[in-house]
T-cell receptor, first 111, second 116 residues
Framework: GESVGLHLPTLSVQEGDNSIINCAYS??????FIWYKQESGKGPQFIID?????DKRQGQRVTVLLNKTVKHLSLQIAATQPGDSAVYFC??????????FGAGTRLAVHP | ETGVTQTPRHLVMGMTNKKSLKCEQH?????MYWYKQSAKKPLELMFV???????ENNSVPSRFSPECPNSSHLFLHLHTLQPEDSALYLC???????????????FGEGSRLTVL
C-alpha cells in the first residue's frame, strides 16, 4: 500500500515532538470527515473522524480540529513516535456513500 | 488484519491479457468500493456498491469491469489495459445503516498491478 512515486508534502519531526498535519477540503456541504494513516505496504487505516457539528474531537494521542469557516481540517499527534511515520490522508464525505480523499502528507519521524 | 482480503497482492499483465482482482470482506458490511492509488492521484474512487447494486461509476473506462455477486465479494475484471493503468487497487467496505453516511471504510492491503 505504499505511495511509491507520489511527490507528497513531507512533515519531518523529532521523536517526542507534537505533529500537526493540515488538510484543506473543497466542499462546504461536506458533513463528515475522516483521517487515515497508510503505512508502507498496507492499505489506509482509520485514525479518527469528526462530524461537521463539532469543531474538535480527541482520541488516543490524536486530536482532529475542524474549521468550517475556512474549510480546514487538521490532525494533531502528541508525542510523535517512529511508528507514526506514514502517509496521512484526510477524507470528506462527497455525497451519499462517497468518501473523497485529499492528496496526503508524508510524516517522517526522526529519532 | 482489517477483515478485507484482496488477491492477488501483485499482478503483472500484458496489454492483451484478461485478469481479475478479487476482494472478500469478512465484516458483514453491505457496501463495497474500489479505489485506485497511483502517482498521479493518491486515492481515486472508482466504483461503489450498496447491497450488491452499483451506485457509483466514477467515469472509469470500460476496460475496468466490476462485479459484485454478493455483499461479501467484489471483483474487478481487467482487459486490454494500458501501462498507465499500473497502480495499487484498493478494495474497501463499510456498513451502511441508513441516515447520514458515516463510519470508517475498512481497506484491504491492495493489489499492485503492473501493465507491460
Amino acid at each position: 500500500g505504499e505511495s511509491v512515486g507520489l511527490h507528497l508534502p513531507t512533515l519531518s519531526v523529532q521523536e517526542g515532538d507534537n505533529s500537526i498535519i493540515n488538510c484543506a477540503y473543497s466542499n462546504s456541504a461536506s458533513d463528515y470527515f475522516i483521517w487515515y494513516k497508510q503505512e508502507s505496504g498496507k492499505g489506509p487505516q482509520f485514525i479518527i473522524d469528526i462530524r461537521s457539528n463539532m469543531d474538535k474531537r480527541q482520541g488516543q494521542r490524536v486530536t482532529v480540529l475542524l474549521n468550517k469557516t475556512v474549510k480546514h481540517l487538521s490532525l494533531q499527534i502528541a508525542a510523535t513516535q517512529p511508528g507514526d511515520s506514514a502517509v496521512y490522508f484526510c477524507a470528506e464525505s462527497g455525497g451519499y456513500n462517497k468518501l473523497i480523499f485529499g492528496a496526503g502528507t508524508r510524516l517522517a519521524v526522526h529519532p | 488484519e482489517t477483515g478485507v482480503t484482496q488477491t492477488p497482492r501483485h499482478l503483472v499483465m500484458g496489454m492483451t491479457n484478461k485478469k481479475s482482482l478479487k476482494c472478500e470482506q469478512h465484516l458483514g458490511h453491505n457496501a463495497m468500493y474500489w479505489y485506485k492509488q497511483s502517482a498521479k492521484k493518491p486515492l481515486e474512487l472508482m466504483f461503489v456498491y450498496n447491497f450488491k447494486e452499483q451506485t457509483e461509476n466514477n467515469s472509469v473506462p470500460s476496460r475496468f469491469s466490476p462485479e459484485c455477486p454478493n455483499s461479501s465479494h467484489l471483483f474487478l475484471h481487467l482487459h486490454t489495459l494500458q501501462p498507465e493503468d499500473s497502480a495499487l487497487y484498493l478494495c474497501a467496505s463499510r456498513q451502511l445503516a441508513g441516515g447520514p453516511v458515516t463510519g470508517e471504510l475498512f481497506f484491504g492491503e491492495g493489489s499492485r498491478l503492473t501493465v507491460l
